[in-house]
């Protein structure tokens, strides 16, 4: 598993959001759906035409709300944008954090599935690091998500 270590700023990020079960692996079968369903109604290609912060591609952003609701989430499909919300969507501020920055090689979305796993079989267990319980990102680069080559990311808030 290739990864670096990195810092930033807080930023703010404008999209969509569902909130997602996260039981008996709805999530595994939900946000492949929602995907689906922004390549189909263009909202893809607006976040891609909005991005204009530091992050390059359209994010899914993983907020877990197990405190107060066990097995749920809320899942956006976001950008990293600078400047007023969009109407039609809504925003979300990323904390400061340290991040791990994972590299994601292969058709969507089994190759950034079996990098979860990963990460969370593998790499937390052999390393001092904590989740920082803020958001996960999922960062897609523009390609084919369904082409043995595309690369994409998953960036871990660490604490």
């Not at 920082?132 to 960036?155: F, K, M, N, Q």
Request: charged share 25%; hydrophobic share 35%.
């Amino acid at each position: 598993m290739k990864y670096k270590i990195i810092e930033r700023e807080s930023f703010q990020v404008v999209g969509i959001k569902r909130e997602i079960s996260c039981k008996n692996g709805e999530n595994l079968i939900e946000i492949p759906k929602m995907w689906t369903d922004v390549h189909q109604d263009g909202t893809n290609d607006l976040l891609f035409k909005l991005n204009n912060g530091e992050i390059k591609g359209v994010l899914g952003v993983c907020a877990d709300k197990r405190d107060t609701q066990p097995h749920l989430m809320d899942y956006w499909i976001a950008t990293e944008h600078t400047g007023a919300t969009p109407e039609g969507l809504m925003n979300l501020e990323i904390p400061a954090s340290k991040w791990a920055v994972f590299e994601v090689n292969g058709a969507m979305p089994d190759a950034i599935q079996k990098v979860w796993k990963q990460i969370y079989t593998e790499w937390f267990p052999s390393n001092h690091y904590k989740h920082a319980r803020t958001p996960d990102l999922e960062v897609y680069s523009a390609g084919d998500p369904w082409g043995d080559d595309y690369y994409s990311e998953i960036w871990i808030p660490l604490k």
